[in-house]
């Protein structure tokens, strides 16, 4: 019953990458110098949410085929995306409270913060490998499991 845990926060964290690709789509829309750099970082992320996405749903098949260390993976992966997202949440402009539009400031405090973001993209990158090649093993060993 662990995995239906850990496929659950896996998608909880999923949907939080897909919200984080909008909120990012929507600073690039606001600051016309920063919109190919977050179009470009809210595609990574959206790709990675998906591939999340679909380890959440592979933990939660009928007949699980994984084992205790792959659970302990995918939740080590699962804390690990958690943080990223947040991170680069973080270095994202707040919006004036009134306002849709970005600063002044907040625009040119961004130039700064674009380098720490692209090194979190890079993480992002990492884990997306890996999950991708925990999300095969399952794959496969599902397939093996149905020909026997």
């Not at 790709?47 to 994984?66: A, F, I, N």
């Not at 720490?116 to 990492?126: A, E, N, P």
Request: no cysteine.
């Amino acid at each position: 019953m662990a995995e239906f845990a850990i496929a659950a926060a896996i998608l909880q964290v999923a949907g939080a990458g897909f919200k984080l690709s909008w909120t990012l789509y929507e600073f690039g829309s606001t600051v016309s110098s920063a919109q190919e750099h977050t179009d470009f970082i809210a595609q990574n992320v959206t790709l990675y949410s998906g591939v999340l996405k679909t380890l959440g749903q592979r933990l939660k098949d009928d007949e699980p085929v994984h084992s205790a260390e792959a659970l302990d993976l995918a939740e080590e992966l699962q804390d690990s995306s958690e943080e990223i997202f947040e991170k680069i949440h973080e270095l994202l402009p707040k919006r004036e409270k009134y306002s849709n539009s970005v600063s002044f400031m907040q625009r040119i405090a961004w130039v700064f913060k674009k380098s720490r973001v692209d090194f979190l993209v890079g993480q992002l990158d990492s884990l997306k490998a890996t999950v991708s090649l925990l999300v095969t093993i399952l794959y496969a060993g599902r397939m093996i499991r149905s020909t026997q």
